[in-house]
C-alpha cells in the first residue's frame, strides 16, 4: 500500500518561494531517496504543493521527518506550511 504526504507552503514574498523551489528541485531526490515518485507544483507565486508518495506507512514517516528537519532549517521565507497524508489509491502514469 503506497502512501502520499502532500505539503502546503506558503512563502513570505515570491522571491522565497522561487529561491526555495530552486533548492528543493535539487535536494529533494537525495534527501528523501526511499520516496516512489516526486512532485512539486507552485501553486501561485509564493506558494507550493509537494506531493511525495511513499511505499508504506514506516517510509513516508522517514521521509516526513527528513522533510520537516528541511524545512526547519530554511523557516526564515516560510509562512506556514501544513501537510496531509493518506493511502494512494490510484497511480497512474501515461507510457510515452
Same mark, same amino acid.
Given at each position: 500500500m503506497s502512501v502520499a504526504r502532500i505539503r502546503m507552503v506558503n512563502?513570505?514574498?515570491?522571491?522565497?518561494a522561487q529561491s526555495?523551489?530552486?533548492?528543493?528541485i535539487y535536494d529533494a531526490p537525495e534527501l528523501i531517496p526511499? +520516496? @516512489?515518485?516526486? /512532485?512539486l507544483i507552485n501553486t501561485s507565486p509564493d506558494s507550493v504543493l509537494s506531493v511525495a508518495i511513499y511505499p508504506d506507512?514506516?517510509? +513516508? @514517516?522517514?521521509? /516526513?521527518?527528513?522533510?520537516?528537519a528541511y524545512l526547519k532549517d530554511?523557516?526564515?521565507?516560510i509562512k506556514d506550511s501544513f501537510h496531509l497524508?493518506?493511502?494512494v489509491t490510484?497511480?497512474?502514469c501515461h507510457p510515452h
Open positions: 512563502f513570505s514574498s515570491e522571491e522565497e526555495f523551489q530552486e533548492k528543493y526511499e +520516496a @516512489e515518485q516526486l /512532485l506507512d514506516k517510509i +513516508a @514517516e522517514i521521509g /516526513l521527518n527528513k522533510i520537516d530554511r523557516s526564515q521565507g497524508e493518506g493511502e490510484l497511480k497512474h
